[in-house]
């Protein structure tokens, strides 16, 4: 462990896509300022024992100023075990696990350093949630103001209501990069052994969810700082994995807190699944597994009433009927969540946050701390 713990590890789990950790590392770049790198956070990249040129990807971005620490696995662990080994290689505070192909804005890293360092001078954040956009072709796709800023003007707030946080972010609790988590706290509190996740495509719920109950602390940056690749994974079921998986892990961590397990399945019947399917009826989910999705998904939520109205009919239904239904189902639920999110804003918000600036540039906040290439 360094002489000086960071505030933040940045840590980026990667195999075999180094024009994606390129981009990536670009965009951190361009958020730190070399020579005035300091102590407040690390950046570590985990490679999965690459065949490609990822090593040389990172020794160019070494090289240019980038302080990046280099571990390469003597094995391909798989997905999930490369995500633990993460968390075992980080040394900071709080911990951000950061997907190998998406991007970080402008000014991220000392904006979020900024927010948890006033959230530390208050008894600390249980985690903090980034809001994100999604985007298909980097070079294409650059984001609008519009887009990363949010309708109410806020850059973080602080939420105390584990059951609103998991209903609203449902079944993107479950992408690797929007939760940054309070390593230090985790540490601390008893919670099941993260290697049984292996194999669930869902590790990092096991570092999650021991954090969540109903009145944990948690740093919702509204502000969106994070854009995530869309249709760049395969290999898996998004009924297995969001529906059937998910819901096993959150009734096995959220057992004396059943309220949150409903929160977030609620969530995810209601808002993620229905365009996820439709997404993949289209033939737009890249490489999925096909599914039964309603024999998969009807013996856990066939009591619910979210699944007979959100998902049966769009999984059902001819497609063109479906496209029609799904279209007016998302006119409700985005009417549903202006009003909620108003409501909130109006009644009963957390106190809201923005980053601090600095001072001078002599005295910007530190951005990323060690540099050294290792090999375990």
Known sequence: ?????????????????SRFLAELLASLHSCSSPGALGTAAELIVSDNHSIDDTAEIVRGFQHRGLAVRYVRNETNLGADANFLRCLSLATGRYLWVLGDDDLVMPGAIAALI??????????????????????????QQRPTAAVLQDRFGRFAEIVTDGAYLLEKVNALIGLISVVIINRDRLLRVPHPVLAMLTGTNLMQTGWIFPLLHRRCRVLFVWQRLLGYRHFNSGGWGICEVFGVRLDRIAAQYFAAEPALARALMNGVLRYWLPDSIMLARAGREGAMHVEDTIGMLRPRFGRNWRFWLFVYPVATLPLPLARSLHRALRVLNRATRIAQAAWRHLFVRGTLLRPIPPVSAAHRPSVIASSATTMP
């Open 114 to 139: 900024s927010l948890l360092e006033q959230g530390e001078a208050s008894g600390g954040f249980d985690l903090a949630y980034l809001s994100s956009f999604g985007f298909t072709d980097t070079p």
């Open 1 to 17: 462990m360094p002489d000086v713990q960071p505030l933040l590890s940045i840590c980026i789990p990667t195999f075999n896509r």
